[in-house]
Nanobody, 126 residues
Framework: QVELVESGGGLVQAGGSLRLSCAGSGRTFNMYAMAWFRQAPGKERSFVAA????????YYADSVKGRFSISRDSANNATYLQMNSLKPEDTAVYFCAAQRGLVLRPPIDRRLFRSWGQGTQVTVSS
């Protein structure tokens, strides 16, 4: 497994932007499929975006398509989530997840990922 640490969360007004970062450990980071999930109070953790180990394929939840963008820098063991046009309903704790060798196919279930970060809070005010 790989250790993950998220950063970049915060408070932003509706329509604003944030960029989340996920720093991973280990020399085989480029063999891991990466994803972002989020969990709002009283709700289950839900899929946001994912990127294949090669970086060639990306997947998004319908609710964030066209607004969020996932990317990775495997040389630096990092994954990013650029969030634009934020809405109050995007408010949640955002988690980075990783799974070695996973071939991503929608729907992308959180149970496919064994490595998780501690989460970073994103709050969007109206």
């Amino acid at each position: 497994q790989v250790e993950l640490v998220e950063s970049g969360g915060g408070l932003v007004q509706a329509g604003g932007s944030l960029r989340l970062s996920c720093a991973g450990s280990g020399r085989t980071f480029n063999m891991y499929a990466m994803a972002w999930f989020r969990q709002a109070p009283g709700k289950e953790r839900s899929f946001v975006a994912a990127i294949s180990w090669s970086g060639g394929n990306t997947y998004y939840a319908d609710s964030v398509k066209g607004r969020f963008s996932i990317s990775r820098d495997s040389a630096n063991n990092a994954t990013y989530l650029q969030m634009n046009s934020l809405k109050p309903e995007d408010t949640a704790v955002y988690f980075c997840a990783a799974q070695r060798g996973l071939v991503l196919r929608p729907p992308i279930d959180r149970r496919l990922f064994r490595s998780w970060g501690q989460g970073t809070q994103v709050t969007v005010s109206s």
